[in-house]
């Protein structure tokens, strides 16, 4: 009788258990249009907003989905507002894209003190899709810090491609490590 009575018990609370780790979880799905971009769900999948195919003639409506897209050591997170403002990014973008990469104002903010030592998931995501481009993101703020914005200019008219070896943009041979926080 105490081994059944023990046993149901211990089966109550697994169940009990399981249940409330599974409410717990956060899911891109869940997620409202305005905590969508940059947050990570618990399996460390990056969310992203998407416009559905159904609802192309209503432009303001989105969801808000799980990516293939993993975040490096992160995971349940969804990103502050003082890091969307320092880091210069927007909370409606669709989909993840190194296009921002090319923006003249977006570089500097996102190579700022301010996002850059503060704001890693950020980091981690221009950093890969920056790898994804073929350029170490730290090399290109390191750059931008010593030369200015006359160098970010001339990658920015010839676009990520056109950097290359000859300058201190240095193509990364094979994935960077991610930046240390």
């Known amino acids: ?7 149901v018990i211990a089966l109550a609370l ?13 899911k891109c799905k869940d997620l ?5 971009a940059y947050a990570v769900d618990t399996s460390g999948k990056r969310c992203v907003l998407e416009k559905p195919l ?24 969804i990103e502050t507002e003082e890091c969307i403002n320092a ?11 190194s296009d921002s990469l090319l923006d003249r104002e977006f570089i500097p903010k996102l190579c700022s003190n301010a996002c850059y030592t503060n704001c890693p ?24 810090e010593s030369k200015g914005r006359r160098e970010l200019l001339d990658i920015q008219s ?13 193509y990364a041979q094979a994935p960077a490590p991610a930046p240390a926080y």
Do not use: H
């Open 158 to 170: 010839s676009g990520l491609d056109g950097v290359s070896d000859s300058t201190d943009l240095a």
């Open 121 to 144: 998931n950020i980091v981690d995501l221009y950093f890969n899709l920056a790898a994804g481009e073929g350029v170490f993101l730290p090399k290109l703020c390191e750059t931008l």
């Open 54 to 77: 159904f609802s192309l003639m209503n432009s303001d409506e989105y969801t808000c989905t799980t990516s293939e897209i993993e975040a490096d050591k992160l995971n349940e997170w």
């Open 87 to 97: 880091c210069g990014v927007d909370r409606k973008p669709l989909g993840i894209s």
């Open 32 to 36: 409202n249009v305005d905590s969508c």
């Open 14 to 26: 697994a169940v009990s258990m399981q249940a409330t780790l599974g409410k717990n979880m956060l």
């Open 1 to 7: 009788m105490a081994k059944t009575t023990l046993l």
